[in-house]
């Protein structure tokens, strides 16, 4: 289950509100998916693909970014993209999701893969980020704002909370790589214009109808300004 189920528009384009924007759709999710993993041993699904990890690894050694940079998941979920960043070397891992039952399952999980030394697990609502939370290199996104878009109870207000939330977290210069099945580059260049520095698009699946080729994931990179 992911918030890229072909969200409804309004007449205007914004999108129309899902439960797919409520805490209590994830709490429900999670913990039949928590049900899953320690029944069958089955993590669930890697959002936005495996290649979506692979990329932002590739991106990560790419730019030779410290193994022991610290690193923010926001809405971590089940916890699978810092389970294989660790497994990549990277030892000052943070992970946050406002659902209890997604903390508990990444825990599990990450008992499992062995990877609890490198990690670092909280039940927080980013958008009210706590003051611990501070000072992060890079902060990684892949479908939280897309959720929180959805939101039936003041998206948009909620998106102005993940903007601050965001640059108070992030370090002056640090990185921020967000991937989103629901907005697309334009869009998100433009969300991100007030305290960001747009720096590249990572190059992300292809496909073509009635002659034309786009993309219905897009991956981009920021820098937080001074």
Same mark, same amino acid.
């Given at each position: 289950?992911?918030?890229?189920?072909?969200?409804?528009?309004?007449?205007?384009?914004?999108?129309?509100?899902?439960?797919? +924007?409520?805490?209590?759709?994830? @709490?429900?999710? $999670?913990?039949?998916?928590?049900?899953?993993?320690?029944?069958? +041993?089955?993590?669930?699904?890697?959002?936005?693909?495996? &290649?979506?990890?692979?990329?932002?690894?590739?991106?990560?050694?790419?730019?030779?970014?410290?193994?022991?940079?610290?690193?923010?998941?926001?809405?971590?979920?089940?916890?699978?993209?810092?389970?294989?960043?660790? %497994?990549?070397?990277?030892?000052?891992?943070?992970?946050?999701?406002?659902?209890? #039952? #997604?903390?508990?399952?990444?825990?599990?999980?990450?008992?499992?893969? @062995?990877?609890?030394?490198?990690?670092?697990?909280?039940?927080?609502?980013?958008?009210?980020?706590?003051?611990?939370?501070?000072?992060?290199?890079?902060?990684?996104?892949?479908?939280?704002? @897309?959720?929180?878009?959805?939101?039936?109870?003041?998206?948009?207000? %909620?998106?102005?909370? $993940?903007?601050?939330?965001?640059?108070?977290?992030?370090?002056?210069? +640090?990185?921020?790589?967000?991937?989103?099945?629901?907005?697309?580059?334009?869009?998100?260049?433009?969300?991100?214009?007030?305290?960001?520095?747009?720096? &590249?698009?990572?190059?992300?699946?292809?496909?073509?109808?009635?002659?034309?080729? +786009?993309?219905?994931?897009?991956?981009?990179?920021?820098?937080? %300004?001074?």
């Amino acid at each position: 289950m992911s918030a890229c189920e072909d969200p409804d528009l309004d007449s205007d384009g914004r999108f129309l509100p899902s439960k797919l +924007g409520t805490k209590e759709h994830w @709490d429900t999710e $999670y913990k039949r998916e928590l049900h899953t993993f320690l029944e069958y +041993g089955d993590p669930g699904e890697v959002w936005f693909g495996e &290649e979506s990890t692979a990329r932002l690894l590739t991106w990560l050694q790419k730019q030779k970014v410290p193994l022991d940079a610290s690193i923010l998941d926001i809405g971590t979920g089940n916890g699978l993209l810092l389970v294989e960043m660790a %497994k990549s070397g990277y030892t000052n891992l943070t992970g946050i999701d406002y659902s209890e #039952a #997604a903390i508990e399952l990444s825990q599990s999980i990450l008992e499992k893969e @062995d990877c609890c030394r490198s990690i670092k697990l909280k039940v927080a609502d980013f958008l009210s980020a706590p003051e611990e939370l501070l000072g992060f290199d890079l902060c990684v996104d892949k479908g939280t704002l @897309d959720a929180i878009s959805l939101d039936p109870n003041c998206a948009a207000k %909620k998106r102005q909370e $993940y903007l601050a939330s965001l640059r108070r977290v992030l370090k002056d210069n +640090g990185h921020f790589v967000i991937t989103s099945c629901n907005w697309t580059r334009e869009e998100l260049i433009c969300q991100f214009a007030e305290g960001f520095t747009f720096l &590249e698009e990572l190059p992300t699946p292809k496909f073509s109808f009635g002659g034309r080729t +786009g993309s219905s994931v897009t991956a981009l990179v920021f820098q937080k %300004k001074h």
